[in-house]
């Protein structure tokens, strides 16, 4: 079964200030973008982050053919548990998700 980072050009992920997290999927194509839209279901992004499906928002963007999301960070950006400053370990852990 093929993951995502097989068909997408690109993801990233970055800080989107101290308390959010985005994540970019650039798929590269419209036929790739039309693959993927429909694949990567909320449910399985959020619980692949451990977040619930409510405050994940997603925004398809078809002119650029990218899928982004943003959600909250599990801790404060900086603070004593911050594992991950900048939040791109998630664009790795997205990469391997089975659509």
Excluded: W, Y
């Amino acid at each position: 079964m093929p993951v995502l980072r097989d068909i997408v050009r690109k993801v990233t992920a970055k800080n989107a200030g101290p308390f959010q997290v985005t994540i970019d999927v650039f798929c590269g194509t419209p036929e790739a973008f039309g693959r993927v839209v429909p694949a990567l279901r909320n449910d399985a992004v959020a619980a692949l982050f451990g977040v619930e499906p409510g405050v994940l928002r997603r925004f398809d963007i078809a002119d650029l053919h990218v899928v982004k999301f943003s959600m909250p960070r599990p801790v404060v950006q900086g603070s004593r548990g911050d594992r991950d400053m900048h939040g791109a370990q998630l664009a790795t852990l997205l990469e391997e998700l089975v659509i």
